[in-house]
T-cell receptor, first 114, second 115 residues
Framework: AQSVSQHNHHVILSEAASLELGCNYS??????LFWYVQYPGQHLQLLLK??????LVKGIKGFEAEFIKSKFSFNLRKPSVQWSDTAEYFC????????????FGTGTRLTIIP | EAGVTQFPSHSVIEKGQTVTLRCDPI?????LYWYRRVMGKEIKFLLH????????ESGMPNNRFLAERTGGTYSTLKVQPAELEDSGVYFC?????????????FGQGTRLTVV
């Protein structure tokens, strides 16, 4: 069965610090990978996605993630965080075909201190 | 273009009562998914509609949960009777039926509290 592990449950950083949130997955086949973000009081929205091609993907608001197939990882990074990045971040995976359901990690709550 | 809309945003009910959650997907999206997040845990899949048909309902916890999507437009998720462990945030998502490279768009969720 597929699973996603997010190692950091709550991360607290100061503004301008660099960010890396870990995500590892287990899935028997070719995958699509996603990072979703939920800002306080808002809906889940897509931050970035990997389907194929360049394993380094860039998303909105200066975020990027790197797919490392050999490590089954899809870590999220941002070189300099802002207070407005305070949110909960979810890594998710699904299979390559057929509009499959998403399997999510437990989420990482990120708090940025001004 | 309107996004995925869920009603209500919050619901507090007593154990044993019935609650119906509604999801309006993005117009034209044939895929509709329900997910649930129990506090502190991961977002878990409940079921998947393609148009009005249930494609995958492997995540439905038990027969107290009934999902419908009559006419292939909006969907409802009814919990009857509600139990304490049903508390959580229920998310709906939709996507077009266009093949492999598609992303799901989520609603804001319904926070259900059973007391």
């Amino acid at each position: 069965a597929q699973s996603v592990s997010q190692h950091n449950h709550h991360v607290i950083l100061s503004e301008a610090a660099s960010l890396e949130l870990g995500c590892n997955y287990s899935y028997g086949g070719t995958v699509n990978l996603f990072w979703y973000v939920q800002y306080p009081g808002q809906h889940l929205q897509l931050l970035l996605k990997y389907f194929s091609g360049d394993p380094l993907v860039k998303g909105i608001k200066g975020f990027e993630a790197e797919f490392i197939k050999s490590k089954f990882s899809f870590n999220l990074r941002k070189p300099s965080v802002q207070w407005s990045d305070t949110a909960e971040y979810f890594c998710a995976v699904n299979g390559r075909f057929g509009n499959e359901k998403l399997t999510f990690g437990t989420g990482t709550r990120l708090t940025i201190i001004p | 273009e309107a996004g995925v809309t869920q009603f209500p945003s919050h619901s507090v009910i007593e154990k044993g009562q019935t609650v119906t959650l509604r999801c309006d997907p993005i117009s034209g999206h044939d895929n509709l998914y329900w997910y649930r997040r129990v506090m502190g845990k991961e977002i878990k899949f409940l079921l998947h509609f393609v148009k009005e048909s249930k494609q995958d309902e492997s995540g439905m916890p038990n027969n107290r949960f009934l999902a419908e999507r009559t006419g292939g437009t909006y969907s409802t998720l009814k919990v009857q009777p509600a139990e304490l462990e049903d508390s959580g945030v229920y998310f709906c998502a939709s996507s077009p039926l266009t093949g492999a490279y598609t992303e799901a768009f989520f609603g804001q969720g319904t926070r259900l509290t059973v007391v």
